[in-house]
Structures are given as structure tokens and as C-alpha cells.
């Protein structure tokens, strides 16, 4: 829907409009005023301890060295303190499988900053399959100048450990955002803003190309294209033997999307709605709608997962095969293909459940149309995924086989396992899977975590909806209200808060001491630790599309009612009190955290939001913003901004309100949301005369807010230090 400036919604009066200009001399200014206002409140001794102690695990050399595996070798990203923008490694199985690994550095980030003299930050590889027999060589690294999500795309020759060299034909895209495919070893997909290229709305590149070896892009023939209103186009090509493909898809928004093939130099988009999600795999495609799907005669649920033979539903074939159906509880999360299965990744009351599927095999009862087996991995109140090791690698050779899987298990006290295990069929003939797997490696704990104890609750919200949350406390906790409580959400997106270990949390805030004031009861003054907590409220995928779709658009208020009902259960079962009570939230949960100030502020003692939506009236215009309009709705229009400035923390804020203590920060080089909507909502709040309101933006780091693990613990280490001077000590 196109809105035009006679009809479109009016603009409140914004006296902070002028903060927009993200790298303008007086409002760098201004951000460095009140970054120094914000240190000299945060940083003192206890800080520095803490931001001591949190990088100490940060830069863990005990920490899990995940992989990747490409071939014979298995590939790593790593940080520490000696390599604070990391080292691009591989090493064998063997080695890996050691308490020391020897591993063959292939890249070290730092030293290229110091050659370059640009501060990059190591973003991913993409690697150019080999031919049959021949070893992984070419990767594509994508390498951001300040962390933010536009990339500069590399051609590296792992054998010479070395880029290769644009004057001799290698590929060196410009900064841009967009994304990059091989098509084969001298040509490349590509997805660019960069050269002129053409932009989306939402900032997002809205053309492809084909970009020959040694061509230039601005140049390069038209492969693809979406319009300027839509979300962004993006390109990639399958290069699995006998399976090569090419696809697009045009991102409408978020959860709208046409998906096409290329066949015959034509494309030909694969017919199904376009919230349907769609994924290829060999011989099968999968589809997950977002909403029910009616198709000849037959209505899928939302969230259902069901399979058909690529080239059948491209002939015309509608006869679908169920291979998973949510219920009330249980909702899919994510699968994935090894050579010869598909595990599924569900969530039940937000814990973990795995199941593996058999696609020559039917299923002997309900439930869905290929034989399952329930993979036994999965304790309560955990997160626990799996997913292929290497679906093309047919041999077991080497340590790899293309029915091995990686487990990695965590949970809140229970730090991360990292297993590797092997698919087989029954040798009975009868329909199931045989798994085994082993530990490979585990994390070490950084914490007093069997101190700690786990459990979920269930909180009610206005409207009568069950709302599940993680409670993680001292054992024998006293339910006397005075705990300083952590209360942390997102709500959004269809993204699900699962429990997870924490050594930044366990240390950070679990294992704080702090002497309270006396209780009500007049007992003296004691010594503990703090209360955490994760609301899995709507909004969120913990069950699944119809979990998320009740929160959306002109139903965003039931998100925030469902984090309000949360921070009332906590108080009402004595777990904290108002005054002990503190939330945080980053991003999409920095606009939750906003809501929680400025509509609930009589429930929460301090608020900690960072990177945050907050001006919902001109959001659509600053960095990424348009292309969130499906999630939130678009304000242009009159009849939609009616129900948006009902949830933009920025418009209600009011005069007479005893607000939280409130922290709010931000990156200068978020180019994801960007730091303006974080600095006007601070600017407009001091403006007030509202106390104990701080400010924070970091100068690098991107949506993420930190590049490096210094950063990361000083962003950490503020937040966590606020909520624990606020609510557990108060604020100078």
C-alpha cells in the first residue's frame, strides 16, 4: 500500500529530529557528552571487576572451538584475548578430537586491520565446492568495516592463505549489504547496494547480477530483480551433484515471499502462498506455512511441516506428505538434512524434543508420513539442537559421514556439550532410526551453577493466555520480595527464548552479593545473589506461527501485556518487589523494555534497553526500519499509526510519571536499527527533568553493539552493572 503525503498519518512535533545525522559533529557531540556523564556514573571499582570477570570467560581459551566442516577439514572462528578480532582456523578430525588441537591459522584478523589499517570485522566464508575428488580451496569472506551488516566480499585461497589478488582477476566486492553465491569457480551471484546498484526501501540490495571473474560490477548482466517496496532480493545457487539449481526469492517482508527457479534461462516460481516458507533439499521440497494452507481440499496448519518431490509439485503434483503437526504444546523449530534423514528441532513448553525422520520409510502411526524416531538427548528444561555434520559426504573417511550429526546441548545451569553422532536404520526392518552419539567436547562451568535451580512458571495474561517463563535462582530461595530480579524478553519476529548457560550471567548477575535493607519482617540487613528470568511471551516462535501471529501488528499490546503478567506473578510470589524488579531487552526487546517504561512503569524499579525501536512514528525511515512494516505495521498510514503510537515508548512518555531508573544504549554503527531512536527517546526524557535517566553509544560494534570481546564485556558489564546498582544497591 502506497501512502501519499496528503493522506498519510500526521507527524507529532519531534524536537530531537535533528539527532538523526548519525556522524555529525555536534551530535557526536552530544553522544559523547553523555557518554562521559554515563562512565563516571557506571565505571567504578566494582565495574571494573566486573568487566574483568566477564571477559575472563569471554576470552576463555576452555571455551567449545564449534566447526564447521568443509571436506577434509573442520573450520573454526576464534577470539580471545591475544586475537580480539579473531583467527580464521581449520584442523582435522583427529586433532579436534584432542584436549589440544593443532590448528593450521588461515587468517588472523588483527593482523590484517594493522596491514590495512581498517578495524574489520570477520563475518562468515562461503566456500566454492570442488570438483569430484578435488579439495576446498576458494571461499568468498565477508568482512565488515565496523561490524554493521553491510559486507566487503573477498576471494581467499585457503591452500596459499592468502586474498587473491583483484589484479589478477579475483573477486573484491565493494562495502555493501546483500549477499553473494557461487555459481562456479568464475562467476559469481551477487546481491549488492554496492556500485550504484539499486536500493530497496528498507535499505536491502534490490537487483542481482551475474558477475563474471575479472568484470566490474556496476556492469554485470541483470540477473534478478524485485520492487523498490519490497524488502530485498537475494540469490543463490545449489551446487549439490545431480541437484544444481539456481533460486531467488523475493522478499516481500518478513514473512511474506515468491520463491523461484531458474530453468531453461527462465525463472518459474514455485507456486504456494507467500507465507509458505519453501526449502529444496536433492529430490524433496519442505514447506512450512505460516498461517493455514489450504490446497486442494486439504488445510494445513500453521507451523505444520510437509514434504513433495521437487520436480512432482513443479509438474503440478499437490499430494503432500505430513511430516510434523503442532499441537497446543508443541511447535517446530528448525530441521535439517543429513545424507540420508531430517532431524526436526521442536520445542515443547519450551524444551527441547528431537525427532528423526526416515524418508524411505512410512510411518507405521500418526503423526506424519515418514517413520520417526525420538532421539533420547533431551533433559527438561533445556535446549538442545541438531543438525548435519556434512550431508555430501558419503564416506566415512577422515572422521566424517554424510549421516553423522552435531548435538550441542545447554542449558541455564548446564554448560554447553558439543556431541557428535551417527543415523542408522534398525537392522530389524522394522521403521525407525538408530542414533548414537558421544561427547566431543564440553564447556567448562564459570560459575557456582549447582548452587542454582531451574523452573518454569506459568503466568496469566489480561486476556486469560498461559504465558511460560524460566525462573533461575539460589537454591531454597527466600520469597520474601527482596531478590534483585532480572527480567528479560524479546516478543518478536517468531524468534523463541530457549534456556541457555550464561558464565556473563552466572558471574555477572547470579553470583552478585549485595547487602539489602532490612525486610518488612525487621530482620537485619543480609547478604545474596540475584534472580533471573526469561519470558517466553507472544510474539516469539516458542509455539510456533500462531504464537507469534497473536502479537502482531494492531495486536503488539498483547506482547507487552504478557510481560507485564510476568513481572506481576514474580512479584506476587514473592520472588521481588517493584523496587528489586529490573528489565532488559535488546533490539525488537529494547522496544518491549520501552513499553515496560512507559506503560508499566509502576511495575519495574530500573529498565536496561538497548539497541532499541522506540520511535515508532518514523521508524520505517531510519536504517533498516521499512522493512519491519509486517511485524509492526506502517505509520504513513492513518488507521495503523492509530494502533502504533499506542506501543511507541517515544509518544507516551508523560509529564507527573514516577518513571525506573533507566539506561538506554546504542552503536553509532548499528546500520540495522541505528542509534538515532535510542539518543532522541534519552534526549527527550533529560528534556523532561526525568531522573536517573542514562545514556550509552558505543562507536563501533553494529547492531550487535560489540565487534570484539572487550567490547562485548564492556557493553555487558554497563548493563549488568546498572540493574545491580538499581535495583540492588541504588544508583548515585
Known sequence: MTTTAADSAPEPVDENVWLEEIYGEEQLAWVKEQNSRTEDLLEDADYAGLEGSILEVLDSTDRIAMVGKRG?????????????KGLWRRTTWESYCTDSPEWDVLLDVDELAAAEGQEWVFHGATFLRPGAGEPYRLALLALSPDGGDANRYREFDVESRSFV?????????????????????????????????????SSYARTAVTLKRGAELAGAPLLFEVPEHHMMAVVAHDSTPGFERTFAVDYIDFFNRRNLVLR????????????VNVSAHREWLLFRPQQDWAIDGTTYPAGSLLACGFEDYLAGARELAVLFTPDARTSLQSWS???????????????????????????????GAWAATLLDACPPLHDVNAYAVDDEDAEASNGGA??????????????TTLMRGTLERTSDGTPGVVSRHAVVKASPSFFADADYEVQQHFAVSEDGTRVPYFQVAPRNLALDGQNPTQLSGYGGFEVSRTPAYSGTVGRAWLERRTSLSAGADGDAPHSRGGVYVVANIRGGGEYGPAWHRAALQENRHKAYQDFAAVARDLISRGVTSRERLGCVGGSNGGLLVGNMLTRYPELFGAVSCGVPLLDMRRYTRLSAGHSWIAEYGDPDVPEQWEYIRTFSPYHLLKDGVEYPETFIWTATSDDRVGPVQARKMAARMLAMGIPNVWFHEALEGGHAGASDNRQAAALQARSQHFLWKALAGGLA
Open 337 to 367: 538434512w543429513t545424507r540420508n534423514y531430517l532431524l526436526l528441532n521442536l520445542l515443547k513448553d519450551v524444551s527441547s524434543e528431537i525427532r528423526v525422520l526416515d524418508p524411505s520409510r512410512p510411518s507405521d502411526g500418526p503423526g
Open 165 to 201: 589478488d583483484p589484479a589478477r582477476g579475483g573477486f573484491d566486492l565493494p562495502t555493501a549489504k546483500g549477499n553473494v553465491s557461487w555459481l562456479d569457480a568464475d562467476t559469481l551471484l551477487v546481491a549488492s547496494t554496492a556500485d550504484g546498484l539499486p536500493k530497496t526501501a
Open 402 to 415: 554424510g549421516d553423522d550429526f552435531w548435538l550441542v546441548a545447554t542449558g541455564f545451569t548446564t554448560p
Open 72 to 84: 577434509d577439514w573442520y573450520y573454526n572462528f576464534w577470539k580471545d584475548r591475544h586475537n580480539p
Open 264 to 275: 531453461d534461462g527462465e525463472w518459474t516460481q514455485i507456486d504456494v502462498p507467500t507465507d
